[in-house]
């Protein structure tokens, strides 16, 4: 069950964050928001592509450290601000994911 809420967590968190921090263009910034989900292709590299037992913080090249450090940057920036929030925010439902599977 924990795969199937984290991935809805993905788009419904982000609507929630469009919605309360953008009302006059949320639809627009909710689509903009799942579609750093793109980050994720990364996974591609591992072996095996997916596995629903495995961290992806500090595991996938896109999820290390040094990559979180330049999406929270970014978030200093106008131009890249909404992108950057999508991507902190996929690092965090990640983040929340690891902990959980550590506590399950």
Do not use: Q
């Not at 910034?29 to 596995?51: F, G, M, Q, S």
């Not at 890249?80 to 690891?98: E, K, N, P, S, Y």
């Amino acid at each position: 069950m924990r795969p199937y809420i984290h991935i809805a967590l993905h788009f419904l968190i982000p609507a929630l964050v469009a919605r309360l921090a953008y009302p006059k263009r949320w639809l627009t910034v909710w689509i903009i928001l799942c579609a750093t989900i793109l980050v994720d292709t990364d996974h591609l590299l591992a072996n095996p592509i997916y596995e629903p037992n495995r961290c992806s913080i500090g595991f996938h090249p896109l999820h290390s450290y040094w990559a979180i450090g330049i999406y929270v940057a970014f978030l200093a920036h106008r131009k890249t601000r909404i992108i950057a929030l999508g991507l902190v925010i996929h690092m965090l439902l990640d983040g929340i994911d690891c902990i959980w599977m550590a506590y399950s």
